[in-house]
Each structure stands twice: as C-alpha cells, then as structure tokens.
C-alpha cells in the first residue's frame, strides 16, 4: 500500500470514531482518607470532549490524501 494511501485510510477511521464518540472517558481512584489503617477511595470519571470539527478535518484530510495517491498512480 502506498503511504498516501494508508495515511489516508487512518485519517478516515479517526473522524468516524471521533464523530461517533464525540469524547474519551476515564475512570481515576482518588484517595479520600488516609487515616492509619483506614483508607477509602473514591472512583471519578473525567471525560475529554472530541469536537465534531476534529472528526470533520480528519475525514477530509483522509478522503484528501486517498484522492491525492490515487493521482500518483
């Protein structure tokens, strides 16, 4: 496969998952109390937001790069 291409490919299925996600969550443990041999936890979920336009700009970039190795040929 050439490096247009697959590149191209890539950039694809990241805007597909990016559009349909639309964010990555998370889960960290945070401790709560620390007293002696008593320690509790608390689970908290953080969640980083993937804008549509990110997901947009791959697809064409990808759809871009497919076109642009097609022409090489």
């Given amino acids: 496969m050439k490096t247009y291409t697959l590149t191209g ?14 964010g990555i969550t998370y889960t ?3 401790k709560v109390v620390d007293f002696g041999p008593l320690q509790m936890t608390a689970e908290k979920k953080e969640t980083i937001p993937l804008s549509p336009l990110l997901g ?9 790069l497919l076109v642009m190795g097609n022409k090489k040929n």
């Fill in 9 to 22: 490919i890539i950039l694809i299925v990241i805007g597909i998952v990016a559009l349909t996600y639309q």
């Fill in 28 to 30: 960290t443990h945070e």
């Fill in 56 to 64: 947009g700009f791959a697809m064409v970039g990808g759809i871009v």
